[in-house]
């Protein structure tokens, strides 16, 4: 089965939003062992959407349509494949009741314009969107399935993980299967993984080795096409010895999940809690870390200490320490630490104090950055970093390199 | 002049990342009044790659190419351009120089394949990265210019401002131009949004009007197409009076800005400073703020009180008041609001109080959110929301919404 995937909205021709589908559903096409040849993007103009359909039909079996389902005068996907499939919309009782209970919750009132969101197509199949007002929808003709989705990746995202994927596998009953494993790395850049494990990557065809750089960290993807699922993963786990032999020390994941969530799982698991001190990171540090459900069963808070007289104040840190090394100092990430720790009675504290520019301060250079790691029994540990680029980039590393030394800490028993 | 930009790079197909250059590039071009009609993403195989520089080179007289200009094995963009073109690349002293000073002050080492990136076109031209190791390259044959870019956004975009932008407009010395004016709204949804300019919307041309949903809030852009900015302006100004008549009260910046600048350049205008106490933004609000430079002149600090025990241990919230009205309650705000107030002496302080979810507690649902802004002088007020989504919506729309009544407060004076 041959697919392609079409977004659509002027917003993305003008550069003004950025497709962020195509990728995504290319991946779990690939996952479900289906191919992707195109990826088009098209206005919000009816003929030139109606051409796009007429080219998708000619050479694909299962064409994934994203964006154009909203309720405005612009949004016209629907309506364009009905008239290109020569069919009438009718409305989904479903799709009006979800609609109607959905605008019952809000504040917001519910415009004429709603309701256009509750047609869909005779025959076809209709995807009800528990995080927004536009349904998906499905429909099958001449050996050509259409699925379309809503645009906002908040809604998308969802309703394939919770209906579209199986939809797709239900069209597909014999398939031979594509599995890729993920490991991710903090800690060591892409360049110096890939020399680690250049043979293995120029040798290796199948199962292939790939680096992707992430915007901290770098993924590693063991991909192989088999039979089975068995098949697959005992020839993943060959090569998957090898790697961790390796370069083991650097991997703290192997189910894509980031370093918030793993530092909080072996937190809830071993029933410790945590509380945060920080400085340059402006609370990104203890941000990172509720992201993730349930983490008010380790996270305890923090504080954000941006001025001396704060740090003094809120983390008892030393007017002479501040005198003597600094705000940006090993000494005052230990006293911001510890003092947290004792203020809020968790098991471990950690901090972050560091410059992320753009001017630097303390004659000391933006990008250094101290992590301080105290606990209830143990030595305080003190780490030193200099990170390179622009002030978010500086934040986002600092938060990332605490929380990797927080998770060695935490591996280390 | 006719372009088109190209990405490459394997991870572009198999969606492990996602295309943000050619959204980017498209719009900076729309700017200089260049169309793109083109984006392709190609990956790392020489053929496919030499074959979309030959299609470039039939259709376009400017083409933009993203990635492949890194220091491993399957970076090939410029070796195939060159092939292409049939000249042999060069070492450029700048770009050796550049590479080698950007490792002194690293602690990672310079590897063999880093040299690499020190080889130039011959009669071209080199944008030096100052963000990273690649250097830009433009190179012009036969009547078309090729720009190559290196591949991660935190280099493309800063190499774009600070020299190919001024590259591109030396290549186009007559040009009409195509001026865009954004307006951004929040608290105000796009379809109310739209309800209210339909009649707008509908009858202009040019000046277009369109919106665009964003993460949070929505952007209106107003687009002229004219012969001198002075034509442009003049023509815009008078569409832009007409939609902040109708709807000016949610148009908090008309200069692409985040929310969190426009509060905090007020702040710093006025020399006033904000503390902050959150609970289910788990500190967001706060490193919202600190993403701007210079925030430290405003922004004090913040404390996150995750549990009940914490709120009452570090923003002094008093038993009765979590008792009687729960942790998620105006009442809670409020005294998180004004203890963090006295406590960290700031003008203004603001609490967010809420339930992110993803399971409803305290009896209440998951998305009541309340704001309580605290001021030196004044009442303090409260604000309520139901925010509807996942957990890191509720997050994100939480600390918008806090900046959004700040920024309110801020303009009453």
Redesign the interface.
Same mark, same amino acid.
Do not use: C, W
């Given at each position: 089965m041959k697919a392609e995937v079409i977004t659509v909205g002027?917003?993305? +021709? &003008? @550069?003004?939003?950025?497709? *962020?589908h /195509?990728?995504?559903?290319? =991946?779990?096409c690939?996952m479900l062992g289906i191919p !992707?040849h195109f990826?088009t993007?098209v206005d919000d103009d009816r003929d030139r959407l109606y051409q796009t359909f007429q080219l998708a039909q000619s050479r694909s079996e299962l064409v994934i349509v994203c964006g154009g389902l909203?309720?405005?005068?612009d949004d016209l996907t629907k309506e364009t494949l009905a008239d290109f499939l020569n069919v009438e919309l009718i409305q989904d009782p479903a799709a009006l009741e979800a609609l109607q209970s959905a605008f019952a919750?809000? /504040?917001?009132?519910m415009?004429q %314009? %709603?309701l256009k969101q509750t047609y869909a197509f005779p025959n076809g199949t209709t995807f009800l969107n528990s995080?927004g007002t536009a349904p998906g929808l499905a429909v099958t003709s001449e050996g050509v399935t259409y699925i379309l989705l809503p645009g906002?990746p908040?809604e998308m995202r969802?309703m394939f993980e919770d209906q579209i994927r199986e939809f797709i596998l239900s069209l597909i009953p014999n398939r031979r299967i594509i599995v890729s494993h993920p490991l991710s790395f903090f800690g060591i850049?892409?360049? +110096?993984l890939?020399?680690q494990l250049k043979d293995l990557?120029?040798s290796e065809t199948s199962p292939s080795i790939? $680096?992707?750089?992430e915007e901290a960290g770098v993924?590693l993807?063991i991909t192989v096409e088999a039979d089975s699922a068995k098949e697959a993963k005992a020839r993943i786990e060959l090569i998957r010895q090898e790697i961790l032999h390796r370069v083991g020390d650097f991997c703290f994941s192997e189910k894509k999940e980031a370093l918030e969530e793993v530092v909080l799982s072996i937190m809830q698991e071993r029933k410790q809690t945590v509380s945060?001190a920080?400085s340059c $990171? @402006?609370?990104?540090?203890?941000?990172l870390?509720?992201?993730i459900?349930g /983490? /008010?069963q380790a996270?305890?808070?923090?504080? !954000? *200490?941006? *001025?001396n007289?704060?740090k003094e104040? &809120?983390t008892n840190v030393s007017v002479d320490t501040l005198q003597k090394y600094g705000a940006i100092s090993g000494e005052t990430a230990t006293e911001m630490a510890e003092h947290t720790r004792d =203020?809020?009675q968790s098991d471990l504290a950690i901090s972050v104090t560091g410059l992320?520019?753009? $001017?630097p301060a303390e004659g000391k250079p933006v990008g250094e950055v101290w992590i301080a790691i105290a606990a209830k029994n143990g030595k305080t540990e003190v780490h030193h970093h &200099?990170i390179?680029?622009?002030?978010?980039?500086v =934040?986002l590393l600092a938060a990332k390199y605490a929380l990797f030394h927080l998770w060695q800490r935490l591996k280390k028993g």
């Open positions: 002027t917003e993305l +021709l &003008m @550069g003004y939003t950025l497709d *962020t /195509s990728g995504f559903l290319s =991946q779990e690939a !992707v990826h993007s909203g309720p405005t005068l919750g809000r /504040s917001i009132p415009t %314009n %709603n995080r906002p908040g969802p850049g892409e360049s +110096l890939e020399d990557i120029q790939a $680096t992707y750089a993924v993807r945060i920080e $990171t @402006g609370g990104f540090l203890t941000y870390l509720t992201t459900p /983490s /008010s996270v305890l808070g923090g504080v !954000v *200490t941006y *001025t007289k704060i104040r &809120m =203020q809020f992320a520019g753009p $001017t &200099m390179r680029g622009q002030r978010k980039r =934040q």
